[in-house]
């Protein structure tokens, strides 16, 4: 794993005022057609939200797989993944103003990456 901190993650909106409707849009690095992880977790360590996919990785192949090593991505790949949370927890509940800790694990350059960040909701 390679481990970066706030570096790789991009935060639409941070902090995130849910009183104004706001929703957190969390932007990653990811190579086209591998899989990423994104868990939220609040100040005790439990997990509040959590998603997983894959980024996009083009039209005009069979299946859409991942390009070659050394291959350029297919026509209109996706070199990043964006994840919207609705600052809802696992059972739908609105989750408390306060801090968040985001954790993504996604493929970057072909080697899996650990970004981590902090995101701020005010109600």
């Given amino acids: ?3 970066s901190s ?3 993650m991009l935060f639409e909106n941070n902090p995130v005022r849910a009183y104004q409707g706001d929703v957190a849009r969390i932007s990653f690095p990811g190579d086209p057609g591998t ?3 994104l868990a939220v977790f609040d100040m005790t360590g439990l997990i ?3 998603t997983q996919g894959t980024v996009f990785a083009g039209v005009g192949t069979g299946g859409n797989p991942p390009p ?3 291959q350029p ?3 209109g790949a996706d070199l990043a993944a964006s994840v919207t949370w609705p600052l809802v927890n696992g059972r739908g509940n ?3 103003s306060g801090m968040y800790f985001v954790v993504v694990e996604s493929i970057v350059a072909g ?3 650990l970004a981590k960040d902090r995101l701020m909701v005010i109600r």
């Fill in 1 to 3: 794993f390679v481990t």
């Fill in 6 to 8: 706030g570096r790789a």
């Fill in 35 to 37: 899989t990423f992880k």
């Fill in 48 to 50: 509040v939200f959590s």
């Fill in 68 to 70: 070659a090593p050394g």
């Fill in 73 to 75: 991505p297919a026509p």
């Fill in 94 to 96: 609105k989750v408390a």
């Fill in 111 to 113: 080697q899996r990456e």
